[in-house]
């Protein structure tokens, strides 16, 4: 009787009037009909809607919105948002069994021409949102550094929702830390489904330590508004680095480069990250170095690649059919018609030369447009992959190998970016000025485009500069500086980085980094193990210090979590299991989770009573709190509410944890005022403090 009773109580806590609160959707007005065409609405911060006036047309409501001062207005039709003064565009469709699982961006609004540019919802979900085109109902947006049109419906499935910035809670994000580069990643823009994070770099020159937005990862922003307002203005004049754009060394290294790691300080690296023991990619650092000595292609780069589409050699098609890459893994359909390898070295040893040194690499390959990661708009992002962030989530892990070392690949080669889109302008020369190399296909179209710059010369003037770029070039070259081979070739054809260079004028590039002091053109594709340099006979330093092992209490806080004896808080509800290991691994460490019986966890989220791994020298096993979770499962919800009142009427006592994290308010006292933290967490109102 008395557990009936503990149930009602609960129960009641649940309809507590200040707890019924209003979601935050942009499509759950379907069923409005203030006016009969277009209704111009304010779009409050509650998730709410104000109606202001009805419209016969929309241009005429267009035309108010936009010359009114207030920041918040819509346009609505028929139940739906179709326009708004600043807003994003939530495109994470939920597609139907058989579809093609990505949707095209159109150059236009009115045209079909894509430009096979096509990009697939996920996490985050939301791009910038620049236009509206009522006829076609197109939108045009920014994201990943593509902007382009995308349409509304495919056939009767809806493609993308606008929602108004004031519904806006957490758009994607970028942290500055006193080291790193954070790229934080919403569930929802809603708040209602968690951030991860990602840490993509280390701290950029050019910003200070705080949050801001952006939709390329070049120009950032303290303010949606503003960012919004240039996005419409197609500049970037109120950005933070309007002046200095930001480029991921990894994003936007040249596969022509080699790594200065061997294959022991790889297969060292995987084995420390390992998501599993029977991982496909574990042991595979000969392989990767072997073909970047033969087809010229960076270890490090296809190393990455390989974690980021295999989750660290563990997916279905990698273990099933030796297939690290996705090679034809369809967004419709992946495990069926992804390729077969005999063994993970064919998979490796094709890919580098087909796939890449005589594909996503080689002028003249359709599917050329640039030799670096990039994104939507350049790079091997542009046609490898439907996500947006694919190019940023492979250079994560070439970050986190070099991180884990020392960072003795950082900066290792000069980049410059082409500064512009061009066609049938800048050509790869056999000297200065001369002729071209080989053929009309290798040349520099795609803004951003990257070379590496061997050394500087002069030759004739091209828009007012007579300093010419030797590169290193992107096609396989002969002794002639003419091209060789073909992805069929057996022997396959060899890249020879001494004799396979070219030049093009400066006035078409950019610098984008300062390299280090003294980097040879090819650098040293066996370098002595970062984890044991050796020390000379007459006690000289090393050319590079041996990385100091960190305190566990320091890649804790590092990683923006809180440190107790025996303990790591600080951490949100909702975090998965692969956030928190990226973010501990990112400050250093290896890092294993168990739950509270012993047994690795390595999926879901990480909650209350787990246990955290540390090595970092020694091993320390710190429990996790995150108050509020009660039960575990590393989130806060009625369970968590029952949990403490089960407490509170006596029903059961805890002694452990469980005691420490359902004291919410910290005051010594578990109570209703506990339950009730938990439900205002619940509903919304607040947020627990961790």
Not at 144 to 170: C, E, F, M, R
Not at 338 to 352: H, K, L, M, P
Not at 637 to 648: A, G
Request: with cysteine; proline share 4%; charged share 20%.
């Amino acid at each position: 009787m008395k557990k009936r009773l503990m149930y009602v109580t609960c129960f009641l806590f649940l309809m507590i009037p200040i707890f019924n609160v209003k979601a935050l959707s942009a499509w759950e007005i379907t069923s409005r009909t203030e006016c009969p065409n277009i209704e111009l609405a304010e779009a409050k911060e509650d998730g709410s809607l104000a109606k202001i006036e009805c419209y016969q047309n929309y241009q005429d409501a267009k035309n108010v919105m936009n010359n009114t001062d207030n920041d918040n207005l819509v346009l609505i039709e028929q139940g739906i948002i179709i326009d708004a003064k600043y807003a994003v565009v939530d495109y994470d469709i939920d597609y139907p069994s058989g579809h093609q699982g990505y949707m095209w961006v159109y150059d236009s609004a009115t045209t079909n021409n894509t430009s096979n540019h096509y990009i697939r919802g996920g996490t985050p979900d939301e791009a910038a949102m620049i236009e509206v085109d009522y006829n076609t109902k197109r939108v045009k947006i920014k994201v990943a550094g593509l902007t382009g049109w995308i349409n509304k419906y495919d056939g009767s499935l809806k493609l993308y929702d606008i929602v108004p910035l004031s519904w806006v809670k957490t758009p994607q994000s970028y942290t500055v830390t006193d080291n790193t580069l954070v790229h934080n990643f919403p569930g929802n823009v809603f708040g209602t489904k968690g951030v991860s994070s990602l840490v993509i770099d280390r701290k950029p020159s050019m910003l200070n330590k705080g949050t801001y937005y952006s939709y390329d990862g070049h120009y950032f922003y303290t303010s949606m508004k503003t960012l919004l307002q240039d996005y419409k203005n197609n500049n970037y004049n109120q950005s933070i680095n309007k002046d200095n754009p930001y480029y991921n060394y990894y994003q936007y290294l040249s596969f022509r480069t080699k790594t200065t790691y061997n294959a022991d300080n790889i297969n060292q690296y995987l084995e420390a990250r390992k998501w599993s023991s029977d991982s496909k990619i574990l042991s595979t650092g000969n392989y990767f170095i072997k073909y970047q000595e033969s087809f010229g292609i960076n270890a490090g780069l296809m190393m990455a690649i390989g974690i980021n589409e295999s989750g660290f050699g563990t997916s279905n098609i990698a273990k099933q059919k030796n297939n690290l890459f996705g090679l034809n893994a369809i967004d419709r359909d992946p495990n069926q018609s992804a390729n077969y390898f005999n063994t993970v070295e064919d998979c490796i040893r094709d890919y580098s030369y087909a796939w890449l040194s005589y594909g996503y690499v080689y002028p003249g390959d359709p599917r050329y447009k640039g030799a670096n990661l990039g994104n939507k708009a350049q790079g091997l992002n542009y046609r490898y992959a439907s996500d947006p962030f694919w190019g940023e989530k492979a250079a994560h892990y070439y970050y986190d190998l070099d991180s884990m070392y020392g960072f003795q690949d950082y900066n290792t080669y000069q980049l410059a970016a082409l500064n512009d889109n061009y066609e049938n302008t800048v050509y790869a020369k056999k000297t200065p000025g001369g002729v071209n190399v080989s053929s009309k296909y290798y040349q520099y179209k795609v803004k951003d485009s990257v070379v590496v710059v061997l050394e500087e010369t002069t030759g004739p003037s091209v828009n007012g500069n007579n300093i010419w770029y030797k590169i290193q070039s992107d096609p396989t070259l002969d002794s002639n500086l003419e091209y060789i081979g073909d992805a069929s070739s057996n022997p396959k054809i060899t890249y020879d980085p001494k004799i396979s260079y070219a030049y093009v004028p400066a006035a078409y590039f950019t610098k984008i980094n300062t390299p280090v002091e003294s980097v040879p053109n090819v650098p040293n594709a066996n370098p002595q193990t970062p984890s044991s340099p050796s020390i000379e006979e007459n006690g000289a330093k090393p050319e590079k210090d041996t990385p100091k092992v960190k305190q566990v209490s320091e890649i804790v806080t590092e990683a923006n979590y809180k440190y107790g004896a025996g303990t790591i808080y600080g951490i949100k509800p909702n975090t998965s299991i692969a956030t928190l290991k990226s973010n501990l691994t990112n400050t250093g460490g290896v890092i294993t989770i168990t739950d509270s019986n012993g047994n690795t966890k390595e999926t879901g989220n990480i909650g209350t009573g787990d246990k955290v791994h540390i090595t970092s020298g020694t091993t320390e096993v710190l429990t996790v709190l995150i108050y509020g979770d009660i039960n575990g499962d590393g989130e806060i919800n009625k369970s968590d509410c029952t949990e403490i009142l089960r407490q509170y009427y006596g029903y059961i006592k805890y002694e452990d944890i469980k005691k420490d994290v359902s004291d919410i308010n910290k005051d010594g006292a578990i109570d209703k005022v506990d339950a009730s933290q938990i439900l205002r967490q619940y509903y919304g109102y607040a947020n627990i403090s961790q």
